[in-house]
T-cell receptor
Framework: QKEVEQDPGPLSVPEGAIVSLNCTYS??????FMWYRQYSRKGPELLMY????GNKEDGRFTAQVDKSSKYISLFIRDSQPSDSATYLC????????????FGGGTRLMVKP | ETGVTQSPTHLIKTRGQQVTLRCSSQ?????VSWYQQALGQGPQFIFQ???????GRGNFPPRFSGLQFPNYSSELNVNALELDDSALYLC????????????FGPGTRLTVT
């Protein structure tokens, strides 16, 4: 079993829909949680960064962390075709420097 | 733009050969890490450097090695290439005093035949 699990999709939604992307993890020591967006053949782009549990909102994006359930989510409101990409969740231990543990990514397609 | 650049963009090597990939970070980004991303998978941590010294390594063999230079550039070297080394290699950096997360370069796509 992988340390971070993510449904690979693809997830196909109509433009304007609310998108929910999720990850589960097994290591309760993870403290930092991130969401990256990756377009085809490009490097990952940091979207959201959260420390410990709680919610964080940035524009159309909301990140939620539930450490008790070992479950994190990313919500995208008013989805656009330009949001079509692979979304990667990543996590880090408190004293792990740059070492991120990634999920396998969920491919999202937003259809006009 | 993340300020992290990588070269080359693509390259093709033969099994058994050696390869050097390069990364250039922003001024002040004195921590750098390298990741391997196989097709359809998430990135996997290879190692990280801080002030020109390796200070963390993932589950990769010693034939993966690196260097970090004072001018905020770094290298990833892979010896005795294997077919499974075919992947996108990503460099990421951040300032040591920044609590936020690291930023990735566009990657180098390596194909081993």
């Amino acid at each position: 079993q992988k340390e971070v699990e993510q449904d690979p999709g693809p997830l196909s939604v109509p433009e304007g829909a609310i998108v929910s992307l999720n990850c589960t993890y097994s290591n309760s020591a993870f403290q930092y949680f991130m969401w990256y967006r990756q377009y085809s053949r490009k490097g990952p782009e940091l979207l959201m960064y959260t420390y410990s549990s709680g919610n964080k909102e940035d524009g159309r994006f909301t990140a939620q962390v539930d450490k008790s359930s070992k479950y994190i989510s990313l919500f995208i409101r008013d989805s656009q075709p330009s949001d079509s990409a692979t979304y990667l969740c990543a996590m880090r231990l408190n004293n792990a420097g740059n070492m991120l543990t990634f999920g396998g990514g969920t491919r999202l397609m937003v259809k006009p | 733009e993340t300020g992290v650049t990588q070269s080359p963009t693509h390259l093709i090597k033969t099994r058994g050969q050696q390869v050097t990939l390069r990364c250039s970070s922003q001024s002040g980004h004195n921590t750098v890490s390298w990741y391997q991303q196989a097709l359809g998978q998430g990135p996997q941590f290879i190692f990280q450097y801080y002030r020109e010294e390796e200070n963390g390594r993932g589950n990769f063999p010693p034939r993966f090695s690196g260097l970090q230079f004072p001018n905020y550039s770094s290298e990833l070297n892979v010896n005795a290439l294997e077919l499974d080394d075919s992947a996108l290699y990503l460099c990421a950096s951040r300032p040591a005093d920044q609590l936020g997360e690291q930023y990735f370069g566009p990657g180098t796509r390596l194909t081993v035949t």
